[in-house]
């Protein structure tokens, strides 16, 4: 079992900045392999995406193409916190975002595959709204 809790979000102006933070706690039996850290957010009347993932070592991160340059996607040594910090907003990545865990696949040091495919049994938390308007 998983149990998230996202907070930071909030109602900013086109080109504002905010930064989301989810505490993560894991179960023994998920915690014998080491899971991406993944942020997601949908948007009313869209599907769930995937706009950030980071890796479990060495910090390797990924970004959907809507929010590369803008997003930042961090994890704490040693705590089960990952971050994303926002910057430049804009209208569009107005969603409630929300955080997971998700598979990795290696080869090596070498991260081969980003998936979102979480545990097998999927739970989300409440998420956090963030409002982009002006």
């Known amino acids: 079992q998983v149990q998230l809790v996202e907070s930071g979000g909030g109602l900013v102006q086109p080109g504002g900045s905010l930064k989301l933070s989810c505490v993560a706690s894991?179960?023994?039996?998920?915690?014998?392999?080491?899971?991406?850290m993944s942020w997601y957010r949908q948007a009313p009347g869209r599907e769930r995406e995937v706009v950030a993932q980071?890796?479990?070592?060495?910090?390797?991160?990924n970004y959907a193409d809507s929010v590369k340059g803008r997003f930042t996607i961090s994890r704490d040594e040693g705590k089960n916190t990952v971050y994303l910090e926002m910057n430049s907003l804009k209208p569009e990545d107005t969603a409630v975002y929300y955080c997971?865990?998700?598979?990795?696949?290696?080869?090596?040091?070498?991260?081969?595959?980003?998936?979102?495919?979480?545990?097998?049994?999927?739970?989300w938390g409440q998420g956090t709204q963030v409002i982009v308007s002006s």
């Open positions: 997971n865990l998700d598979r990795e696949v290696w080869d090596g040091d070498t991260i081969v595959e980003f998936t979102t495919r979480g545990p097998d049994f999927r739970h």
């Open positions: 894991v179960a023994s039996e998920l915690s014998s392999r080491n899971w991406i």
């Open positions: 980071i890796t479990s070592v060495l910090d390797i991160t």
